[in-house]
């Protein structure tokens, strides 16, 4: 129903939150104290893809998330805003 977008200088837990985010709302998990509407997501990881997948492999492990109940989709290359197509 939305979508997001995180931003800033390097070295400041972007990635990090928004993995965690995405796994939250994959997984229908509250963020903090505050609920969630499970739905399904899909994460750009244009850098560090084999880190995005330890963190969610971690998060599934810390919160005992099976990963067939979490509709997260990892797109593990930078998206063309360019003018060139998006597959």
Not at 11 to 32: E, F, M, N, Q, V
Not at 49 to 73: I, N, Q
């Amino acid at each position: 129903r939305g979508k997001a977008l995180i931003f800033g200088a390097s070295g400041t837990g972007k990635s990090t939150l928004a993995g965690d985010w995405a796994c939250a709302i994959a997984s229908g998990r509250p963020i903090g104290h505050r609920a969630t509407i499970r739905g399904t997501v899909g994460y750009v990881a244009a850098e560090a893809a084999v880190g995005t997948r330890r963190r969610v492999a971690a998060y599934r492990r810390a919160f005992d998330v099976p990963g067939e109940s979490m509709a997260l989709g990892i797109h593990e290359q930078p998206l063309g805003f360019n003018g060139s197509r998006i597959d």
